[in-house]
């Protein structure tokens, strides 16, 4: 499986919809038995509003040909940035195995309200699991969430390099992985100067924080925060 995770921006300005632009399926290698790619691709809507918009595929190269897609889904959701609700949720399909698979995508519109954080894969399977939705959406759904903070974050970070008056702080992934850890080197690199955003990646290591951190200036840089709820 491969996840691809890209940010962009599409948008009719005469409606204010969004105009998800859908890549071209890359063939699957002819020796495979199966290729499933999940593409999330990312678009800010208005200040207060991001769309993500999300592609499941299967392919299966060994099937006759014209049938090698299996499923091709699509998940558009629209996103409020100041509490991570999602406010609007289509589901779509291009390609399914069974003439009735589609007649279950209105059902996601039942993510309209969920909030993306602490909590969100436990009421996406109350709301959609099981027989209540289809195992593909909701696969891919559960793959949109930490896309959608991922989104958020890097949403407040392009909103403080443009100067914004309004940028909030860029929050921090505590917690989310050995990295982040309490005592983990993220914790560490920032006791010892390092800022988010401040050095292309990959980051060195704490040691070159500290042995430089006399000419280490972070005035001009963007404050950052532990973040609430959800890890990033």
């Not at 009735?100 to 039942?110: K, Q, S, T, V």
Request: with cysteine.
């Amino acid at each position: 499986m491969t996840i691809h995770d890209t940010t962009g921006q599409a948008s009719d300005e005469a409606s204010g919809e969004l105009a998800a632009r859908l890549p071209g399926l890359p063939p699957a290698p002819a020796a495979a038995l199966h290729r499933r790619s999940i593409i999330m691709d990312s678009y800010p809507l208005d200040d207060g509003h991001v769309t993500v918009v999300g592609r499941l595929t299967d392919q299966v190269p060994w099937y006759e040909p014209g049938q090698e897609v299996l499923h091709d889904m699509t998940l558009t959701i629209t996103v409020r940035l100041a509490d991570l609700v999602i406010t609007r949720a289509q589901a779509g399909m291009g390609a399914f195995p069974h003439a009735e698979c589609p007649l279950i995508a209105p059902a996601f519109a039942r993510l309209e309200g969920l909030s993306v954080r602490k909590g969100f894969t436990r009421e996406l399977r109350q709301r959609l699991g099981g027989v209540s939705g289809c195992a593909h959406l909701g696969e891919l759904a559960r793959a949109m969430g930490p896309a959608v903070v991922r989104t958020a974050t890097t949403s407040m970070n392009r909103r403080f390099k443009s100067g914004a008056e309004d940028a909030g702080p860029v929050p921090l992934p505590l917690g989310s992985c050995h990295f982040w850890a309490p005592d983990g080197d993220g914790p560490r690199k920032i006791e010892a100067g390092w800022v988010p955003g401040s050095v292309p990646f990959p980051v060195p290591p704490v040691a070159h924080f500290r042995d430089n951190q006399d000419q280490l200036s972070i005035t001009t840089r963007p404050p950052v925060q532990p973040a609430g709820g959800r890890p990033l």
